[in-house]
């Protein structure tokens, strides 16, 4: 991710508010660009006929920006291109396990951002989205892999949408009943921690058997996931 | 998961209807249950003044139900009882690396399912929806943190989706790219697989320090993630 600007807030709106939960909200523009570079994958939600569709696809984030494929949801957006979306990008970093069931939860980092996606047509900004969003999920092969011909550019619809409008929400820590009454029931309380990690490369079996991955493939594979800025 | 039916076809609506990728698109009940019980977190997208809002939440699934809060999409859910969500879970099982960026892709999990919440007000079956909902996230936890008091449980909101109208799409294997001009590149190829696991507890600072987790955390504690039924 380039530029990571800290210290700045994101604007307040009537969207981005946090009423529930208040103390988990942040309007830090660091907090956000720092949940969008630690994934690849959001969930796209888009107004069809009235009725809410949630698709999951990948992104790129880059500066203000977020890239995503306009063909993942083309019926509503190719039917109302003004329509705003909102696209939500969401980390679990563990299960918060309470003396109560009524506290249990998830510890978890999440950004929402909402605004109208604007259609990337300049081949330039469209060659440069779309390197974003391959190197936000795949660091290096951008570099490694044929680059989109002319025509493929050309079959692309790609998405970018400003990330001026929106609020991350991040739980940390242990469960909220550790002082109360409950604190006396003698349970065991905590967290259970989740991660991802990548697994061994597997190689596509029409490849020559002598062909070697890249290293910026191999060195990923031992490495812990999700965390491309990392 | 109690129940699982396989073999049976969900109906294909509108809005379930697989236009884009339909290879692998399935309106196969067995398969929404395998994606629902592989996972605790969805994002629901509800419409809030006309915009898409996407919210991150747990959920649980039992036989033909997803219950998840009411609480997490107040501000929707309140405003308009009788208004459709869309739930939509994703596991996220590797990248498609393909010899050109145009085939990059992800071999993904994800269901999808529309319909209207009912808010669930009988005493019984609220109880019974957050116990599942609880243990689809940490199985054991039910009959060993505290359960919900009287005043907890009328202070949940909580409500039930069927999962009648549902699909489910899934890509898993090499990339599209093996058989084409691009195989003479001599560019490596395949899938980087992404896993999740649960790391070490975290126990609470607030325990006594001789109080040791319960069997059923510490033998989750090292195993794979994101696969209760499993």
Not at 58 to 75: C, I, K, N, Q
Not at 78 to 94: E, F, L, N, W
Request: proline share 9%; net charge negative.
């Amino acid at each position: 991710m380039t530029s990571p600007s800290t210290g700045r807030a994101l604007p307040e709106t009537e969207r981005t508010r946090h009423r529930r939960l208040r103390e988990q909200g942040s309007l830090d523009r660091a907090a956000l660009d720092a949940v969008l570079a630690a994934g690849f994958l959001c969930h796209l939600g888009v107004v069809v006929d009235g009725t809410p569709m949630v698709v999951p696809t990948v992104y790129g984030a880059d500066g203000g920006t977020l890239y995503f494929h306009g063909s993942v949801a083309s019926r509503s957006l190719v039917a109302s291109p003004g329509a705003t979306v909102c696209v939500t990008v969401t980390h679990v970093d563990g299960l918060v396990l309470a003396r109560s069931v009524f506290e249990h939860g998830v510890n978890y980092r999440s950004a929402m951002v909402y605004g109208t996606p604007r259609p990337v047509t300049d081949p330039e900004e469209k060659l440069a989205g779309l390197r974003c969003l391959t190197e936000q999920a795949a660091p290096g092969q951008w570099d490694y892999a044929r680059r989109p011909s002319r025509k493929e550019l050309a079959a692309t619809a790609l998405l970018a949408l400003s990330l001026d409008e929106a609020s991350v929400k991040i739980r940390t820590g242990p469960p909220d009943d550790g002082d109360g009454a409950d604190a006396e029931l003698g349970l065991w309380a905590g967290v259970l921690p989740l991660h991802t990690a990548w697994g061994p490369l597997e190689p596509d079996p029409a490849l020559p058997a002598d062909l070697a991955p890249p290293a910026h493939l191999a060195d990923r594979a031992a490495s812990p996931a999700g965390r491309p800025g990392a």
